[in-house]
């Protein structure tokens, strides 16, 4: 009876896999329609330059409130008066989101000034580039504390309320690094890994405890990106996103609830199809021939 019942399950799970496929390639034919964010509360970080000062701007065009969190204040500022300039309503706080107690204390301000956040976007996130044995261990933590803690800090403080009003999604910056590794950039794939890592596993829980239908979450998984904050590495085939392109990508994905959006859209695929099939130094061939090249720009900070 027992080997009956294996041979039974195994049949159940071929049968959901060959569903599951036909589902997915289903919306790939025919992708969900975009729902509309009029009116809903966003909090971006990382919102006064590159992708999240690109997202910021246009889920302003798409009707949103936007709450504009980055350290940097005048870049954050600068940022809500091009949102308001062309009509939209934001508001920009300083905080520093690798401190728990610091993003409590702002959320309160916002809850108090403008109101519950219903779609959150971690965005915020900084790079070393340096050779592994040179990277300091404060400059470490801090990569840590800011691609991949925050993350914790943040959606505590906000997945709480949205799961309480049953509403809310999340949008994750992560990036491609998360699926593989690269030379000079070690603590930043490792960081990466980590935040898709939290992202798949709460996405889950979410799923578990029955919160999935409304409270959605979407990874935006990009290639290398025009953000400034990588400045020297060679990239001999494609080309180099643009952050505008990068965020209206990871927006419609959003719109659509997408649970993962990579860009180029078939480049996830690509990696995890040359990491489980390919034998390892065909794999390392392949990263060869690709032409990325990242130099050092690393300076100690700490």
Same mark, same amino acid.
């Given at each position: ?11 159940? *799970? ?22 509309? *964010? =009029? ?42 008066? +091009? ?103 070690? +603590? ?16 889950? =829980? ?38 505008? =392109?990068?965020?209206?990508?990871? *927006? +419609? ?19 995890? *199809? ?20 990242? =130099? ?7």
């Amino acid at each position: 009876m027992g080997a009956l019942k294996v041979i039974l399950d195994l049949f159940q *799970i071929f049968f959901l896999i060959i569903y599951h496929y036909i589902v997915a390639a289903f919306k790939v034919l025919v992708p969900p329609k975009r729902k509309s *964010i =009029e009116g809903e509360i966003a909090l971006v970080t990382g919102a006064g330059h590159g992708i999240g000062r690109e997202l910021a701007l246009e889920l302003s065009k798409l009707g949103a409130t936007v709450v504009l969190w980055d350290v940097n204040k005048e870049n954050n500022e600068k940022t809500a008066k +091009d949102i308001k300039a062309a009509g939209g309503k934001a508001f920009a706080y300083t905080c520093d989101i690798t401190s728990s107690s610091k993003i409590a204390s702002v959320a309160n301000e916002v809850r108090s000034n403008v109101g519950e956040v219903t779609i959150l976007v971690n965005n915020a996130g900084i790079i070393n580039c340096g050779p592994f044995f040179e990277l300091t261990e404060p400059d470490i933590r801090r990569t840590f504390e800011v691609n991949t803690l925050s993350h914790f800090w943040m959606m505590k403080e906000f997945v709480t309320s949205m799961i309480a009003n049953k509403h809310g999604h999340v949008l994750n910056v992560i990036s491609m690094a998360a699926f593989t590794g690269a030379t000079m950039m070690t +603590d930043y794939c490792a960081s990466k890994h980590g935040a898709y890592g939290l992202f798949v596993s709460l996405r889950d =829980e979410l799923r578990r405890d029955g919160h999935s239908e409304y409270i959605k979450m979407t990874a935006l998984c990009p290639m290398f990106v025009d953000t400034g904050l990588i400045k020297n590495f060679t990239l001999t085939h494609g080309r180099v996103l643009t952050a505008n =392109e990068t965020a209206l990508a990871g *927006i +419609d994905g959003m719109l659509r609830n997408y649970e993962l959006v990579s860009v180029p859209s078939w480049i996830v695929y690509f990696a995890r *199809i040359s990491q489980s099939i390919l034998p390892r130094n065909a794999g390392l061939e392949l990263a060869k021939k690709s032409g990325i090249k990242v =130099e050092s720009q690393y300076k100690k900070q700490s």
